[in-house]
């Protein structure tokens, strides 16, 4: 493609046309310049569509949707708080804590903020945190467990790749958990600051709120003892969870009527995992040409003749991948750019597991950068505050977690730690 056009394109989406829409006419315009069939564009599809992992992204999206739906974020917040909250930035610590563990399973950072930020917002407010704290740890908390199994983002990811998605489940422990612990001791901190007051320890309202909470504790339990424990593959896992939230919520809390829900909930699945779907087929389309083009191959021999060793190559990869973020989706992101670097992060040694946490470590930041960074949208929508307002308020957690991405990049024993030997 000219340059005029791809400028034209990245324009078109900085105006808010529909991704799919400019990566299938990126497509379709490069058939037409390379004298192709436009059928190329689906051949790829096919090898998505044949993935034996692929089912496991409705179920778990499904999983999330009912969670939403039937009161899991207030039994979740109730048992952090009972936890936590009798620590100095307790309160926080709960918010950070709640969003990463209901990340995980909705998949998208949007349900999160939607679900948690309108129960979260008034009561760290009310507890004497700052306001730009408040709106900058809602909306950078949305994305904190995309590294958590069974996020979505590392299914595809592993899909894309072909990497064993049970390697990255485990992979995504460590640095997943070593960033909520750096933005926990922050959140102390800035509790302490504040003067905020704690709140009492009670062991009775401790009780009643592991008792109301204890059935969706023991959900990502059973996830990583079936996994891990080799009881179940990845999608008799999803499959088990869509059943034991369906269950959990309909027969044991009773949040959820089958008779007139479950119709909407499968709608509202439906509209998340098709609008997924939808950009993975445009996108793969044209990640298939540029292939055939050898893109990878003159990027290959470009880094080749420019970078020199694995330390230049990952900071030159860290910065190509924050740009990244910053203007695509994640999803969009994981299909295009993955063929692209696989290649290219081989010829340094880089394992293909490192490189999947190291890529989704900086995508999980760009949810929170302009210009296309979804956490923003999303809570200005949900807060009413503007764009550049949030983003500001963000910037002290985006600085942590870029710390935390140098770690991560440069030290991948964090994220090969589950290697024998």
Known sequence: ??????????????????????????????????????????????????????????????????????????RLIRLFNALFGWLPGGLAAVALTACAFFTAFSGASGVTILALGGLLYPMLSCQGYRERFCLGLLTSSGSLGLLFPPSLAILLYGIVAGVNIDELFLAGIVPGTLLLVMLLLYSIFMGCKCSVPRQGFSIPELLRAVRAGVWDILLPVGIVVGIFGGYVTVNEAAACTAAYVLLLESLIFRNINLTRQLLPLLRD??????????????????????????????????????????????????????????????????????????????????HPVHLGIIMLANLEIGYSTPPVGINLFIASQRFGKPILLLFRAALPFLAIMLVWLLIVTYNPGLSLWWQKG
Do not use: C
Not at 66 to 71: F, I, S
């Open 1 to 74: 493609m000219t340059p005029a056009v791809i400028t034209a394109l990245v324009l078109l989406a900085a105006l808010g046309l529909p991704l799919f829409v400019v990566l299938g006419a990126g497509g379709l315009y490069a058939t037409h310049r390379m004298e192709l069939d436009p059928v190329v564009l689906i051949v790829e599809l096919n090898r998505l569509a044949s993935s034996p992992n692929l089912t496991a992204i409705p179920m778990f999206t499904f999983a999330g949707v009912a969670l939403a739906a039937g009161g899991a974020p207030q």
């Open 269 to 350: 699945t439906s509209l998340l995992v098709g609008s997924i779907l939808i950009i993975l087929a445009a996108a793969m389309g044209l990640t298939n040409l540029l292939i055939d083009a050898q893109v990878p191959m003159q990027l290959l021999a470009w880094v080749k003749t420019h970078v020199d060793s694995p330390l230049e190559f990952l900071l030159l990869l860290n910065l190509f991948l924050l740009v990244v973020g910053a203007m695509m989706d994640i999803f969009s992101a994981i299909v295009v750019i993955t063929p692209l670097i696989l290649p290219l992060a081989a010829q340094f040694g880089i």
